[in-house]
C-alpha cells in the first residue's frame, strides 16, 4: 500500500505545480473566461468519457499496468506543456492530463476499496487524501517559486523530472496474477453495470454530493487564481494560497478517522458542506490577502472532510468485486463537475462579472444539501461493517 501511497503523493506534487497556473498561463496568452473555462475544463473532458471503462479494467487487469498507463501520460503531459505556445497545445496538454489524472485517482481508490476490514480501509482512504493534499500543498508552493523567480518552462521541467518519479510504481504488485485468456473487456456490459448501479438511490445521493462538491472547489483551479491575481498578488502568493487550501485539507484529514469515531456522517457532511458553502460565497467580496488566506482556509477544512466521506460512502456501496468501476462512477460525477463546473462559470464571468460565479457555486453546494439533509436523509448511507 506503501508505493501506491507515495506515487499518489508525487503526482498530485506534480498536478499541484501544474493546476493553479494554467489559467493564468492562459490569461498570460490573450484568453478570456470563456477561453478559460474550455482550457480548464478540457482537463475533465476525457476524463468523462472513459472513467466508467477504465474503472471496469482496473478490475479485470488489476491496478499496477493502469498506473503505469497513467505515468506515461503525466510524462507526455509535462513534454507538451514544455513546447506550449498556442491555445490548441495547451488544451492537448489538458486532454492528455486528464487521462493521466483519472488513471492514478481510479486505480489508487479501487486498490484500497478492495481492503476488506472496515477501520483498514477508511484509514487507507484517509492517508491517500492526506497525500494528495500534501502533493497539492507543495506543488502550488513550488510552482508559485518557479514561476515568479524564473518561468513556466522551468517549472513544467520540474514537473517532467516528478511525472517520471513515478515510475517507482513498475515495483508494485499486481492484484490480479494474470488475466483469463477465455476472458474479454466489454465496456457495453461495464455500462449497463454502472448504469444499474447509478440508478441505486443512495449511490446517487452520494454523487451528487460529490458533483456539488467539486463544482465548488473547481474554482481553484479555474476562476480563483485568476481573481487573485486581478487583486493585484504575484504568481508566488496565488501559489502560497493555494497551497494553504491544501495544507488544511490535509490538517483535517489527519483526525479524519478520529472524527468519523466522535462524530456521525450526516454532522460532518453538514459542517464540511456549510463551510464550503460560507468560504466560496464571501471570497469576492475580500480584498486583502489576510481576508482570503482566512476564507481558503475555511474552504480548504470544509473539501479536506468531503473527499474521504465520499470514497467512504461509494466504497461502503460498492461490490468489493466491482469496487473499480464504482470508483470509476463516482470518478465520472468529479470530472463531470470539473468539466461543466469552468465552462458554465466561465461564461457568467463573461456576462456578469466574477462575483455572480462564486455566488452560483455556493449555490450549487446548498441546493445539494437541501436535497441530503431536507428532502431524503434516509439516503444517506451508514458505514459497511
Known sequence: MWLI??????????????????????????????????????FSLTAVVLSIPLGGLVDRFGVKRLLIIGVICNIINAAVLIRTDSFTMLITAQLIAGIGFLLHVVAGQAYISRIADASRREKGFGWLSFGASVGQGLGPMLGGILVSR???????????????????????????????????YNPIQDARRAGAMAIDPNLLMVLLFTFSIVFAVSLRSSFLPVLLRAEGLTEFYVGILISVFAVMSTSIRLVFGRLL????????????????????????????????????????????MTQPLSMVMVADLADPKQSGLTMGLRFTAIMLAGLLSPVALGMIIESFGMRPAFYVAAMVVTAAGIRMFVVRPDLIPGRRL
Open 5 to 42: 501511497l507515495f506515487a499518489n503523493t508525487v503526482h498530485f506534487t506534480r498536478h499541484g505545480i501544474v493546476f493553479p497556473f494554467i489559467p493564468l498561463l492562459a490569461e498570460r496568452m490573450g484568453a478570456g473566461p470563456s477561453t478559460i473555462g474550455y482550457i480548464v475544463g478540457a
Open 261 to 304: 469515531d466522535i462524530y456521525n456522517r450526516k454532522t460532518l457532511l453538514a459542517v464540511s458542506m456549510l463551510a464550503i458553502i460560507i468560504a466560496v460565497g464571501l471570497i469576492p467580496s475580500m480584498g486583502s490577502a489576510a481576508g482570503f488566506a482566512l476564507l481558503i482556509s475555511i474552504f480548504g477544512l470544509g473539501f479536506g
Open 150 to 184: 524564473f518561468d513556466y518552462h522551468l517549472a513544467f521541467r520540474v514537473v517532467l523530472v516528478l511525472s517520471c518519479a513515478g515510475l517507482v510504481l513498475i515495483g508494485l504488485r499486481n492484484t490480479r496474477k494474470a488475466v483469463s485468456t477465455k476472458s474479454s
